[in-house]
């Protein structure tokens, strides 16, 4: 049996009706949908790092265990550990859970990490690190008794049907943005961008138009095409001075690659990031120092990154078509353990929670049915580590073109949804528009969670809402009267 034989039969190639030519290219499609990843966190992070509690600034430098290191230096660690995490999680969630769901460290929880925990709550960020592992070990534990997937199927149906929709538009927003066809109003908060005065606008649409007409005729690979033409392109007009650099290019990268080549780039990576594990040990020594902050800091980024997770596999797994007919997943357990396990090891070498990436949706429309399509994410990113700076060349929002794509394909989750019922409209109305407005997965499936059992109530049908459909709800609400209490300075750490 030849190589590709052995991993047909092992990723069941034919119980999913797919080849490994079609796997591999999914498994690009992911890559180059999510590669934003090992530029952007390490931006968000690095901030956490050099942000001073005393003087609430940040500074142009961090000391770790008596050694200064600039910012490009942290940037360059946090990048490695990205990959490295991104890759142990991947590995389990190809070869265990054998589904086609990239990971990395979440954004947004990046975000809840550095500038709500660290920033605004003031907590050390050894000690946040040691928040996430402790989080990471508490997933193992409840995913290995079952207790996430009993969690998961308790979400009202609506609220399953809609979490993809509500995640398209999330997905279709957030691209928009990105490539400014949309932008920022004064009156009306948002309109449309102006393709004339925007070079990334302009240059988007034509890539956005050639993706789309490529999908529309069934091209396989229409993705990749348009993410990989557009950044050509944007590189090939600053290059030819069409446009100043900085621009259609990264901020920098223009300079780097003309002043100090590529070959001088490759070869001067931090690749030690021992700083950020003994970071990440000195914080365990913290969790004595003030125990009830502790704890509070796991419960919150436990209950954020639970719901978020959830929505996420939910979503990207009715793209694929994994559900079956009650919107369950069959075996959530395996991909919540490849989650639970990243996150575990993440934050032991310096980086925040692991999570299913919504942009693993690229690759599912690209015909990934098996764990081969994670596992072929999982070495573009290895293999990201021989040229971490070049990944920030790559403009983010040619990337963010397969979100848009992507934003629109998922929508078909409406079509699921039961509209002339009360519970079902309202519910699931509100998961899908809750999520594009707050810039929120979790507060998406909050708004269905909460409302379902209370419709369900009111038209006379409180029997078919379980007692565990109940508890999720109160433990929502219960969540954020604390998180609001926390906003409002009622609480502080």
Known sequence: ????????????????????????????????AMAYIIVVNPIILRDAILYDRASGEFQAAATINGVEYTPNELFQMIAVVTILASV??????????????????????????????????????????????????????????????????????????????????????LGLQEIQLVVPHDDTFITLGNVIQSPVAALSLVGLTLMLLLYARGVKGSIVIGIVTTAIAGWALTLAGVVQPDVLTPAG????????????????????????FWGFVDGLGMITDDPLV????????????????AGTLIGVSQIGGFLDEDGDLPEAEKPLMADAVGTTVGAMIGTSTVTTFIESSTGLEEGGRTGFTTLVVAGFFALSLLIVPLMSAIPQ??????????????LQGVADIDWQH????ISGGLTITIMPLTTS????????????????????????????????????????????????GMVTF
């Not at 591999?24 to 890559?31: D, I």
């Not at 990268?253 to 950020?276: A, K």
């Not at 929002?397 to 998922?410: D, H, N, Q, R």
Request: charged fraction near 10%.
């Open 88 to 173: 142990v999680a991947m590995l389990v969630m190809a070869l265990y859970a054998n589904r086609p769901f990239g990971l990395a460290p979440g954004m947004g929880l990046n975000a809840f990490f550095t500038y709500t925990v660290v920033v605004i709550l003031g907590v050390p960020w050894q000690l946040a690190l040691a928040a996430v592992f402790v989080e990471g070990l508490v997933f193992i534990a409840l995913t290995a008794v079952g207790a996430r997937k009993y969690v998961l199927e308790l979400f009202p149906e609506p609220v399953k049907f809609a979490v993809g929709a509500g995640i398209g538009i999330y997905l279709l927003f």
């Open 253 to 276: 990268s223009y300079d780097s690659v003309t002043n100090e080549g590529i070959i001088s780039m490759l070869t001067s990576v931090q690749y030690d990031f021992t700083p950020l």
């Open 397 to 410: 929002y040619a990337t963010y073109l397969a979100l848009v794509v992507v934003g629109i394909i998922m």
């Open 441 to 488: 997965i979790a507060n998406g499936l909050a708004a269905g969670i909460i409302t379902y059992p209370l419709v369900k109530s009111a038209v006379g049908e409180r029997r078919d809402v379980s007692l565990g459909q109940w508890l999720l709800a109160i433990s929502f609400i219960v969540y954020f009267v604390a998180y609001f209490a926390v906003q409002a």
């Open 1 to 32: 049996m030849g190589a590709r034989e052995t991993i047909a039969a092992f990723f069941d190639f034919d119980e999913y009706g797919t080849d490994f030519k079609t796997e591999s290219l999914a498994g690009l499609t992911t890559f180059l």
């Open 422 to 425: 009360p519970a079902w409209a």
């Open 294 to 309: 502790f704890v509070l800091v796991v419960f919150t980024f436990f209950f954020v990154d639970f719901f978020d997770t």
